[in-house]
């Protein structure tokens, strides 16, 4: 064998694997990160199948569990221990009891919440999650999702809005008219002039929904019967100045609702958007069964 010749290609082989381990590498560079989505659901309240939050972020970390490029974090029974599992999000949700005990604003929370919508995390508040009171949190959550539920100025009835027409958003891509019966909150305490805020889910309450009875006070205000005829927003989306995005979402008290194609793809679109991926065309499709529906529930009523 010419020992000149075998060195040769020696020496080839070894150039050509080397470049083809490189490139390797810098495929593996290349490849984008993960966006972390964190879904914090609160500690059980309510009776059977209401504000379900441990089951509801189950089904929806399960349906978004094929969305291309995302990361789902899924925390149960109420606000982390430790914080740091939300370090590196790039979209929360809060999908929990709210009031004076809504998990956001306990402590110095609000504080280190700030802190990451000032690094342009994405923020979504779903239901009862979406009030907090004007003098804590209220200002916060104004500018972080572009409103909040303000006691005695908002209003909680039972009833079933006609989401007849959608906005051209990314939320609503794929999402078609639906109407489905809950405890769909109104009249938020929006940014002045709903400036910045857009709305993406609105119906027009009858009078006898205005006239109440609501869940709690039941009402009726005259501020709500006033404005009769006016459509309320009862989900809506903001881009910050920061670079973050935020929605809220009046509704989820009924666990069942999930079940509803629209009522869950609408939620689901959102989720994907506030960690700044793009919402397919059809928007995020998923299938949830009857068997997974009864799956995960609290165990409420059960004590003797």
């Not at 010419?2 to 290349?30: E, I």
């Not at 606000?79 to 949700?93: F, M, R, S, T, V």
């Not at 998990?103 to 700030?114: C, D, H, T, V």
């Not at 007849?164 to 999402?175: A, E, M, N």
Request: charged fraction near 25%.
């Amino acid at each position: 064998m010419n020992p000149v010749r075998f060195d040769r290609r020696q020496f080839l082989a070894t150039v050509t694997a080397t470049a083809v381990s490189a490139a390797c590498v810098r495929s593996l560079d290349a490849a984008p990160a993960k966006k972390k989505l964190v879904l914090i659901a609160g500690t059980p309240s309510h009776g059977p199948g209401a504000h379900e939050f441990n089951a509801g972020v189950r089904i929806l970390s399960k349906c978004l569990a094929k969305v291309e490029g995302l990361d789902v974090v899924v925390q149960l029974n109420g606000y982390p221990k430790d914080e740091n599992i939300l370090e590196g999000a790039a979209g929360i949700l809060c999908y929990a009891d709210g009031g004076a005990g809504h998990p956001l604003i306990q402590g110095k929370r609000l504080e280190f919440i700030g802190r990451l919508m000032s690094q342009g995390v994405g923020l979504m508040c779903a239901h009862y999650g979406v009030e907090v009171p004007k003098d804590r949190g209220g200002k916060e959550f104004q500018e972080w999702i572009g409103g909040y539920y303000e006691h005695l100025w908002s209003c909680n009835p039972m009833w079933q809005p006609e989401f007849k027409t959608l906005p051209k958003h990314p939320i609503t891509r794929g999402v078609r008219p639906f109407s489905v019966l809950d405890e769909w909150y109104f009249n938020m305490r929006f940014r002045p002039n709903m400036e910045g805020v857009t709305s993406i889910l609105s119906a027009v309450p009858s009078d006898q929904v205005r006239n109440g009875p609501y869940v709690y006070p039941r009402g009726p205000y005259p501020h709500i019967q006033e404005a009769k005829g006016r459509a309320e927003t009862m989900m809506w989306a903001v881009e910050r100045a920061d670079g973050g995005r935020g929605v809220g979402f009046t509704g989820g008290h009924f666990h069942k609702n999930w079940r509803n194609d629209e009522f869950r793809k609408v939620v689901l679109n959102a989720l994907v958007w506030i960690c700044k991926l793009e919402v397919p065309e059809t928007g995020v499709d998923s299938v949830v069964t009857d068997e997974e529906m009864l799956m995960n529930l609290d165990p409420k009523g059960n004590k003797k």
